[in-house]
C-alpha cells in the first residue's frame, strides 16, 4: 500500500515536473557556454565562467520576461570535443546562443554548426583574424592578434629596439602575431632577423631561447596563449637572456594577469601591447577588478574575463532590443552595432565585420604594494582589426 502511494506520488510529480518544463522552455533563454574547462587552456575557462557569473549575479537572469540560462561544457581545448558539444547544445537542449571558443581551432569547428542552424556564436576568447570570417553568425568579444601586434611594432623601433626575433605558438593567433608585428617592423625601418615558432601542445621553449640567445637581438618579440606565460618568462630568466641585455616583449597574452604575480621579478620592465590591463584605470575597471576578486577568492581577472564579460552583456542586449523573437538572426542583428563602456575602455562591435573595435595600450610591468601589473603608459583609440580587408 505504502509502496504503491509512493508509486503514485513519483509518477504525479514527475508529470507535473515535466509539463512545469514544458511551460517553462517558451521562457527559458539558453546560452550554451562551451570553454575549456580542464587541460591546457583551463585558466581560461575558469576566468570566462567566473566572467559570465559575475554578470548574470550583477544583472539578474530574467531578460524581457525570459529566465536566461548558461548550460557551462567542457571541451577541453580538443576542437573535435568543442563542435560534439555544440551540436548537442544545439540539437538537443535548443540553445538560443552558443559562446565561450577557448582556442581558435575550437571556434573553427563550431563556426559551420552557426551558420547551419542560424545560431550566433559569441566568440569570447580565441583571437585570430579570420575567425569572424568564417560564418556570418560570430560575433567576437575578444580582440585580434593583429589588433594587438601593430601597435607594439610602431612602439619599438622609437625605443631603441631595432633588431628582433619573433618565436610565437605554432597555429592561428601565433602566425597572425608573427606576420603582422614582422612587416610593421619592416615598414617602420627595424629589422626581424628570424621568424620562431613552437608547438601549442607541451611547448619546450629551451631551444629556441637558446638560439635566440646566440643571435643576440635587442628584443624578443612573443606571442603564446594565456595560460603559457609563465613558462616562457621563466626559462628567458633561466637562460640569462636579460642578462644578455635582450629585451621581451609581446602581446599582453605573455604578461596575462591571471599569472602576472606569480611571474615575479623577471617580468618587471617588459612591454606589452593589449586591449585589457586589470590595471586599467577607470571607474568601470575599478568596480568590475574588485567584485570579480570578491566574487573569486582574490583571482585577479585577466582579459579572458573581461571577453566573456562583455560577451554576456551584447548577449543580455540583444535579447532586451529583440525581446526573445525572431530567432538567431533576430538575435544576431542586434548584436551587431552594440556600442559601450566595457572594463577595457570603450569598445564596439563594428556590424560589418562582427569584430571588436578597442583601445589598444602599451604597458609596462610595475610593481605597486608588493603586486605586479601592467601599467598603461600609451594608447591608440579605437583600432580595427588590420586583418580585415574590407
Ligand atoms: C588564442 C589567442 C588563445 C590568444 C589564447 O589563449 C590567447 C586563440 C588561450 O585564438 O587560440 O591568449
Given at each position: 500500500m505504502q509502496k504503491r502511494t509512493f508509486l503514485h506520488t513519483a509518477l504525479a510529480v514527475g508529470l507535473v515536473g515535466a509539463s512545469g518544463l514544458g511551460l517553462a522552455q517558451d521562457n527559458v533563454f539558453k546560452i550554451g557556454l562551451v570553454l575549456p574547462m580542464t587541460g591546457q587552456q583551463a585558466t581560461?575557462?575558469?576566468?570566462?565562467?567566473?566572467?559570465?557569473?559575475?554578470?548574470?549575479?550583477?544583472?539578474?537572469?530574467?531578460?524581457?520576461?525570459?529566465?536566461?540560462?548558461?548550460?557551462?561544457?567542457?571541451?577541453?581545448?580538443?576542437?573535435?570535443?568543442?563542435?560534439?558539444?555544440?551540436?548537442?547544445?544545439?540539437?538537443?537542449?535548443?540553445v538560443n546562443v552558443i559562446a565561450g571558443m577557448g582556442i581558435t581551432p575550437s571556434a573553427m569547428a563550431v563556426a559551420p554548426l552557426a551558420t547551419?542552424?542560424?545560431?550566433?556564436?559569441?566568440?569570447?576568447?580565441?583571437?585570430?583574424?579570420?575567425i569572424t570570417q568564417a560564418s556570418p553568425f560570430i560575433v567576437r568579444t575578444s580582440f585580434t592578434?593583429?589588433?594587438?601586434?601593430?601597435?607594439?611594432?610602431?612602439?619599438?623601433?622609437?625605443?631603441?629596439?631595432?633588431?628582433?626575433?619573433?618565436?610565437?605558438?605554432?597555429?592561428?593567433?601565433?602566425?597572425?602575431?608573427?606576420?603582422?608585428?614582422?612587416?610593421?617592423?619592416?615598414?617602420n625601418g627595424a629589422q626581424v632577423v628570424e621568424n620562431l615558432r613552437v608547438p601549442l601542445r607541451s611547448p619546450d621553449f629551451?631551444?629556441?631561447?637558446?638560439?635566440?640567445?646566440?643571435?643576440?637581438?635587442?628584443?624578443?618579440?612573443?606571442?603564446?596563449?594565456?595560460?603559457?606565460?609563465?613558462?616562457?618568462?621563466?626559462?628567458?630568466?633561466?637562460?640569462?637572456?636579460?642578462?644578455?641585455?635582450i629585451r621581451l616583449i609581446g602581446t599582453g597574452d605573455v604578461t596575462d594577469d591571471d599569472l602576472l604575480n606569480d611571474m615575479g621579478d623577471v617580468a618587471l620592465g617588459v612591454v606589452t601591447s593589449h586591449?585589457?590591463?586589470?590595471?586599467?584605470?577607470?571607474?568601470?575597471?575599478?568596480?568590475?577588478?574588485?567584485?570579480?576578486?570578491?566574487?573569486?577568492?582574490?583571482?585577479?581577472?585577466?582579459?579572458?574575463?573581461?571577453?566573456?564579460?562583455?560577451?554576456?552583456?551584447?548577449i543580455y542586449e540583444a535579447l532586451k532590443k529583440t525581446g526573445g523573437k525572431g530567432g538567431g538572426t533576430a538575435l544576431l542583428e542586434a548584436m551587431k552595432g552594440q556600442v559601450f563602456e566595457s572594463p577595457r575602455g570603450p569598445m564596439f562591435i563594428d556590424a560589418q565585420t562582427r569584430d571588436v573595435v578597442q583601445n589598444i595600450y602599451?604597458?609596462?610591468?610595475?610593481?605597486?604594494?608588493?603586486?605586479?601589473?601592467?601599467?598603461?603608459?600609451?594608447?591608440?583609440?579605437?583600432?580595427?582589426?588590420p586583418g580585415k580587408t574590407k
Open positions: 581560461t575557462g575558469r576566468q570566462i565562467e567566473a566572467a559570465a557569473r559575475l554578470w548574470m549575479a550583477q544583472n539578474g537572469d530574467t531578460v524581457a520576461g525570459k529566465k536566461v540560462q548558461l548550460i557551462l561544457k567542457d571541451d577541453t581545448s580538443l576542437p573535435d570535443m568543442t563542435r560534439r558539444l555544440a551540436q548537442e547544445l544545439i540539437v538537443n537542449e535548443k547551419q542552424s542560424k545560431t550566433p556564436l559569441v566568440v569570447m576568447a580565441a583571437a585570430t583574424s579570420s592578434l593583429p589588433q594587438a601586434s601593430v601597435a607594439l611594432a610602431d612602439w619599438a623601433p622609437k625605443n631603441g629596439i631595432k633588431k628582433v626575433v619573433t618565436l610565437v605558438s605554432d597555429y592561428g593567433p601565433g602566425i597572425d602575431a608573427e606576420k603582422y608585428f614582422t612587416e610593421r617592423m619592416k615598414f629551451a631551444p629556441f631561447l637558446q638560439k635566440v640567445r646566440d643571435i643576440k637581438p635587442d628584443a624578443l618579440f612573443v606571442f603564446v596563449p594565456s595560460g603559457a606565460g609563465t613558462a616562457v618568462m621563466k626559462q628567458f630568466a633561466e637562460r640569462g637572456m636579460d642578462k644578455a641585455g586591449h585589457y590591463s586589470a590595471a586599467h584605470p577607470s571607474a568601470a575597471n575599478k568596480k568590475f577588478v574588485d567584485a570579480f576578486m570578491k566574487a573569486n577568492k582574490g583571482l585577479r581577472p585577466n582579459f579572458m574575463a573581461v571577453g566573456g564579460y562583455d560577451g554576456m552583456r551584447v602599451l604597458r609596462k610591468v610595475e610593481k605597486k604594494d608588493g603586486q605586479l601589473w601592467n601599467a598603461e603608459f600609451d594608447v591608440i583609440k579605437d583600432v580595427k582589426d
